[in-house]
């Protein structure tokens, strides 16, 4: 799995989630709890992953969109 994007925007990562998901691409957001636990001030982003051989196409979509991927 390789990180994709971070966001600690709920309504961001919710829409990502969904585009991914229409684009037959599967994704785990990470860290969910603990930034729910350190009180969503910020601290910990959550971590859209995906896995390795997806990579190129969610990055490529993501670019379509005008967002920024992590890499």
Do not use: Y
Request: hydrophobic share 45%; with cysteine; proline share 1%.
């Amino acid at each position: 799995m390789k990180e994709l994007f971070r966001s600690n925007d709920p309504v961001k990562l919710s829409w990502l989630q969904a585009l991914l998901a229409d684009s037959g691409i599967g994704c785990l957001v990470l860290d969910n709890h603990a930034s729910v636990i350190e009180g969503s001030i910020g601290a910990i982003q959550r971590r859209v992953m995906v896995a390795d051989d997806d990579l190129d196409r969610a990055v490529q979509l993501l670019s379509e969109t005008g967002e920024e991927s992590a890499w």
